[in-house]
């Protein structure tokens, strides 16, 4: 038992020892929420204007549209795209310069269900760098991987005909995650790791049987994964439609599962680790914090506090023991995670989503009307330090930000700029 134990401690440091000297080559925002899946960004302080004296667009590139946010990687800068409604595609630019170095595309786009065809058909997620190779998950439940040097084509997986499942009502909106040998993806109804060399499945979990809506589409997944240590424990993180669960990296075993209250099955965050437990939200329901124990190795997950803030779409940033979100109804909120009490909720609101990112004690949030906000990581009262309209197209895709630049993917462009 005290070696199994020693074994995993052992795997657990290695794997993080992966993701942070991955995050340590210098200059990279390589997936969705940059180099540790958390929004944070070690740089130089951020000034407290956001106007072109302090912030200054450097160029701008337009595009066919998407919602990915771009990934930023040595000289290059990735963008994805659909085209003419039937292709989807990548895009290289230079990082100074925004010129087209490579542009591969595939035939493979689809047309949403109803209820997404206000935010058009579009690629979703946003791709993910590793070793030279690039990971996109187009939206028909396809994963492509690119050489990210030259964009040739080494591999591709269709878990729509690979597993016989229907096509999710909104697409693959899964963002890859790569840790190790492996890439992991909600897809298929359910969560696969892939080899991320020959991109053949090396297991399949959570597979869910449910019933196809119209145009024969099912329902999908809504989050993307993440990876953590618990208890000492590696595992992978995942919201289901309903329900959140740590999986065992090497095997795809479920070490825990937890059904939230949710009336309509609605699990969009990503589970986010405080201390040993999960915080997390609903679309339509509380947020709360999940304690998980480790005992006789079995995992078991209780309710810790829940409180009334709905936190929808906008993945939440964690500084020190306070989560700040941006909620369902449009207000930015802060909740102290050691006890759920709510500290403060804005007094106004700021789009239907926002992407968020934070360095030091400083928040910069993307809402998809185009508008850029700073705020001051204050858990006592809400700071507003300054406010700036970048776009006047919607911008849904995560921010970017590598060094002094910040990386903004507009619906129809790309466009970057420079900290002053």
């Keep these: 038992m005290e070696k199994s134990r020693s074994v995993q401690s052992s795997v657990a440091v290695c794997l993080l020892m992966v993701r942070l000297l991955g995050a340590a080559e210098n200059a990279s925002w390589p997936q969705w929420r ?13 000034p407290e204007s956001l106007q072109e004296t302090h912030l200054l667009q450097h160029w701008r590139v337009e595009l066919p549209p998407s919602y990915s946010g771009p990934v930023v990687m040595q000289d290059k800068v ?50 993910a760098a590793d070793g030279g190779r690039l990971f996109v998950a187009g939206m ?77 589409l099912g329902q999908g997944n809504y989050s993307s994964p993440d990876f953590a240590v618990i208890h000492g424990r590696s595992q992978l993180l995942v919201a289901d439609i309903d329900a959140i669960a740590g999986v065992d990296p090497a095997n795809g075993k479920v070490l825990w599962h937890r059904v939230l209250d949710s009336y309509d099955q609605g699990c969009i965050l990503a589970p986010t680790v405080y201390r040993n437990g999960i915080y997390t939200s609903t679309r339509a329901s509380r947020s709360g914090y999940y304690p998980l ?26 500084i020190g023991d306070y989560a700040y979100a941006h909620l369902k109804n449009g207000r930015f909120a802060c909740t102290d995670l050691r006890t759920g009490k709510v500290q403060w909720i804005s007094n106004r609101t700021f789009g239907k989503y926002c992407s968020m990112v934070w360095n030091k004690d400083r928040i910069l949030a993307l809402t998809n009307e185009g508008q850029l906000v700073l705020l001051r990581a204050d ?12 776009s006047t197209e919607e911008t849904w895709g995560h921010l970017a930000i590598v060094g002094r630049h910040v990386y903004v993917r507009e619906r129809n462009a790309v466009a970057v700029f420079r900290w002053q």
């Design 34 to 46: 940059g180099p540790q899946r958390d929004g944070s960004v070690s740089s130089a302080p951020w």
């Design 78 to 127: 990735f963008v994805t795209f659909t085209r003419d409604k039937r292709y989807e595609g990548v895009r290289a630019l230079d990082r100074k310069s925004g010129e087209k170095l490579w542009e591969t595309e595939w035939e493979g786009a689809m047309e949403v269900a109803k209820l997404g065809t206000s935010m058009g058909s579009w690629i979703r997620a946003t791709p």
């Design 140 to 216: 028909p439940d396809l994963l492509v991987c690119l050489d990210s040097h030259t964009g040739a084509e080494l591999w591709r997986a269709d878990f729509h005909k690979r597993y016989g499942t229907p096509l999710p009502e909104l697409g693959f909106v899964c963002s890859p995650l790569v840790v190790g040998d492996g890439v992991y993806v909600q897809t298929a109804d359910s969560f696969v790791k892939v080899d991320k060399k020959t991109g053949k499945s090396l297991w399949r979990s959570l597979v869910r049987k449910g019933k196809a809506s119209r145009d024969d």
């Design 293 to 318: 124990e480790y005992r006789d190795q079995k995992f078991s997950i209780t309710d810790g506090w829940k409180n009334k803030l709905i936190v929808y779409m906008s993945s939440p940033v964690l």
């Design 379 to 390: 858990p006592e009262e809400f700071a507003l330090l300054d406010s700036r309209t970048v």
